[in-house]
């Protein structure tokens, strides 16, 4: 699924993932319930990156396993959508307006969540057959969000179901949150792949990139003991600026990866919570790629 | 080591608030007591508060009795928190205690990053005032935060009516009963558990499901029982 990429053509994908248990858990004597995934493809032309946050309540006693579950049905469905765009469109030579994009967002954008909610239950199903033969399962148990994004040189598609953010660094280093937020958010409340419905409740984006000036520069995908960390928005939106920085700079990888996960648990002491980031982002031809695989916890 | 990214990083705070009732029927043995275990609560209370060094505790203090008003209106510390003694005076009005309680959670006057907040209201007789408890119980649960809150009810004496503070809790009589509070040594150990123990939950809890059934995302294990053995006759409310 990870791979470690030869010396590869411009625009090329890598990922760095990191995820550290909260002090809430450790005191509760919990598992994180934060899972992080990544896939990108042997020509690192693809990467695809999804987390989820398990709800860890009294009652979500599985939620842990409900991430991990979530996380890999994301990936798994969004590379059959990115192979099925791939072979239906050629995105270097289609214009704008081609009717066939048009068509293909709206498609992606309504059956996405379905695919996903269907998925995610029928795999919940089959654990929860593993576990206890003849009660009727109940969702709730394995409660979680879940983000994810799928790039290629040419699009993105990304979506959303419950807290957390999705944070997009354009060329000029500016931030944006292009999936809107869950307005009724306050305090702890979330959507979640167990709600009734839940496909009503994702939001799902398809950037195009017609230009390379339109290929961000960094995808952030975060669970929310990321955001709660900080002081205000801005102070997030920062932390964005400062990873993408950090991606471009000389050694700067090899600073991230020998400083992450300690940053990571800087920010749980704050939040008090599992804190999960993913970081996708474009490496040149000359670089070797080296793909820190995200693992699920 | 390298410099964290990010900007400012900052604990999110935690509400509570104590809603006091200063009738004069609490005059005596009652407000002597209360204020004593006020006073005693405070340093296990820092201490809860200090276990979660990311968590910002603030304390504010409503009192009732012919009307409600703010006896600490700032949100203060715990670490910095001391305790006024309240005196004594007049009715219950106990709906002007939770419409002031209704302001403070107003969504324009509570942090985003928030923490469900805490409100105790301890009360030894029945709401009597201009405005009627029912409708302000009402405005506060449909506040976005109002909805959020953790709320504790402790009885002091016989003539406390459960019923209003059950009202007040919001959940099953089997989940969150109101706590009682017969003599002087059970108020000392009510408070100092309900200063402590849903201080401890709030600061920890877990996400809540939109639409959910929970009434609640904060877990809160249930109350010490009350005290066994010879008590004082004079520590009798």
């Known amino acids: ?297 | 080591m390298s410099n964290r990214p990010g900007g400012e990083l900052a604990k999110r705070p935690l509400q509570f608030f104590w809603l006091c009732d200063t009738s004069g029927s609490m005059a005596g043995p009652k407000i002597q007591t209360l204020n004593y275990a006020m006073r005693e609560a405070l340093p296990a209370m820092k201490e809860e508060a200090a276990k979660n060094p990311g968590v910002s505790v603030q304390v504010r203090v409503i009192t009732f009795d012919s009307d409600a008003r703010w006896h600490i209106a700032t949100p203060t510390d715990i670490e910095s928190f001391t305790w006024t003694d309240l005196t004594e005076r007049g009715q219950t009005a106990m709906g002007e205690a939770i419409d002031l309680l209704s302001e403070a959670l107003d969504i324009k006057n509570m942090p985003e990053r928030g923490l469900p907040p805490v409100a105790v209201l301890l009360s030894d007789g029945q709401p009597n005032g201009r405005v009627s408890f029912d409708a302000a119980l009402e405005r506060l649960v449909r506040l976005p935060w109002g909805a959020k809150l953790v709320r504790i009810a402790i009885a002091i004496g016989d003539d406390a009516d459960l019923n209003v503070l059950q009202q007040f809790i919001g959940m099953d009589p089997r989940e969150r009963p109101p706590l009682i509070a017969k003599n002087a040594t059970d108020l000392v150990k009510l408070v100092k558990w309900a200063s402590t123990v849903p201080l401890a939950a709030a600061s920890r809890p877990s996400s809540r499901v939109v639409g959910s059934t929970a009434t609640t995302h904060v877990d809160i294990p249930l109350p010490p029982p009350p005290t066994t053995g010879p008590i004082n006759p004079g520590d009798v409310f």
Not at chain 1, 184 to 209: M, P, W
């Open chain 1, 1 to 297: 699924m990870f791979f470690k990429g030869p010396r590869v053509t411009a625009f090329n994908w890598s990922c760095r993932c990191e995820s550290v248990i909260g002090p809430t858990h450790i005191a509760k004597g919990m598992p994180n319930q934060d899972a992080i995934g990544s896939f990108i493809t042997t020509d690192d032309r693809v990467a695809i990156l999804a987390v989820a946050d398990g709800h860890g309540s009294e009652r979500c006693v599985k939620s842990d396993i409900g991430s991990k579950l979530a996380v890999s049905v994301a990936i798994k469905q969004l590379k059959e959508t990115v192979s099925h765009l791939n072979d239906r469109i050629d995105f270097r030579c289609a214009s704008k307006k081609d009717l066939r994009i048009t068509s293909a967002i709206r498609s992606i954008k309504q059956e996405i969540p379905i695919e996903i909610c269907r998925n995610w239950r029928e795999q919940v199903d089959q654990h929860h057959r593993q576990d206890e033969l003849s009660t009727a399962v109940d969702y709730l148990v394995y409660g979680t969000t879940l983000l994810a994004v799928a790039i290629t040189s040419d699009f993105a598609i990304l979506l959303q179901i419950g807290d957390g953010d999705i944070l997009v660094v354009d060329s000029n280093q500016m931030v944006e949150s292009p999936l809107k937020r869950e307005e009724l958010k306050i305090g702890d409340d979330t959507n979640s792949l167990c709600q009734r419905n839940a496909e009503k409740y994702f939001s799902v984006e398809f950037l195009r990139f017609a230009t390379d000036a339109d290929r961000p520069s960094a995808f952030l995908l975060t669970t929310d003991g990321f955001a709660n960390a900080f002081k205000d928005r801005q102070s997030l939106y920062k932390s964005a600026v400062d990873f993408e920085g950090l991606l471009r700079s000389e050694s700067g990888l090899e600073t991230l990866d020998a400083h992450l996960r300690s940053w990571l648990q800087e920010y749980a002491t704050f939040s008090g919570d599992d804190t999960t980031l993913g970081m996708l982002f474009p490496v040149s031809n000359d670089e070797t790629v080296r793909v820190n695989h995200g693992e699920s916890n």
